[in-house]
């Protein structure tokens, strides 16, 4: 008898038989997860993790056909796990970049298993990366986007939309990949750390008690003057080496070489997201 039996709709395929401690069903466990589709396009990786994730596999942290495929495994083992669409991400995929219905081929190495779900330095990807967080508008249907960047030139912008759902309205979540060539990426974390010397007078130190954040979260203002925010963020190391909240109408910013060049990068997803139409 199989002492691993699998869940109907996953296959399982041992790569390489690790020696190390065994995971089970509810263990914390440090593992890469390299995403391919049925054709063999790769799914992008993080921009703040690469294919490095961690997952409490006791908890829905994860598309289920990982946290059914992974118990069995022992460090330093390799395991290819290919997971039907019910199982992955079903019927709404991921917009931009997860088709719907899709099958899903993950080869996964566990590196080791953990105590905690915490993330710590080792499980970032070396460099800085940059992150821009824009809120939703008073009046605006979308709910907000992010895009992240790191200085190797790996991007990816991610909104999500409100769209009507017969009588409810659900939230559509879109991610979409973007590559920049690595002086690009460089050239905008750069500027992003220059902003307090640059346009001191719009931006709000994160940790000044100047922040003020409403529903949610999703709307971030200057308590001194009411003035709507975007975030920007520079990460290196899991380590915040700069966090701003940034006068969104401010002259200086809207015609800084930094939101120029982000708006050029992500301004054309969002205006042909289907969803906003």
């Known amino acids: 008898m199989d002492p691993h039996p699998q869940k109907k709709g996953i296959e399982v395929k041992d790569l390489t038989v690790g020696t190390g401690e065994e995971a089970t069903k509810d263990s914390v466990v440090a593992v890469n997860v390299r995403e391919f589709l049925r054709r063999g396009d790769e799914v992008s990786p993080s921009p703040l993790c690469g294919t490095r994730h961690i997952i409490d596999l006791g908890r829905r942290e994860c598309i289920a056909g990982l946290r059914y495929g992974i118990p069995g495994m022992r460090v ?28 899903l081929r993950c080869r996964v190495d566990l590196l080791e298993i953990r105590q905690y779900n915490a993330l710590l ?51 559509l979540w879109r991610q979409i990949p973007i590559v920049l060539e690595g002086a690009k990426s460089t050239e905008l974390i750069e500027a992003a750390i220059d902003l307090p010397q640059q346009m001191p007078e719009d931006c709000v130190d994160w940790n000044s008690g100047f922040i003020d954040m409403q529903d949610g979260g999703k709307v971030i203002k200057d308590t001194r003057n009411g003035a709507l ?49």
């Not at 330093?76 to 099958?103: K, W």
């Not at 821009?132 to 249907?141: E, M, T």
């Not at 991610?158 to 759902?165: H, K």
Request: include cysteine; aromatic fraction near 4%.
């Open 76 to 103: 330093g083992g390799t395991r290819e796990i290919t997971i039907s669409p019910h199982l992955a991400y079903g019927e709404a995929g991921i917009p931009g970049r997860i088709p719907a219905n899709a099958l």
């Open 121 to 171: 330095p080792q499980d970032w990807l070396p460099g800085k990366v940059l992150m821009i967080s824009r809120g939703r508008g008073k009046c605006a249907p979308q709910l907000g986007w992010n895009f992240s960047v790191h200085e190797n030139g790996t991007a990816l912008l991610s909104f999500g939309q409100s769209t009507p759902d017969n009588q409810h309205k659900h939230t």
């Open 229 to 277: 925010c975007m975030v920007v963020q520079v990460i290196e190391s899991g380590r915040t080496v700069l966090m701003l909240g940034v006068h969104e109408e401010s002259s200086r910013f809207r015609e800084s070489t930094l939101l120029k060049t982000v708006e050029q990068l992500t301004v054309p997803h969002l205006t042909s997201d289907p969803a906003s139409t």
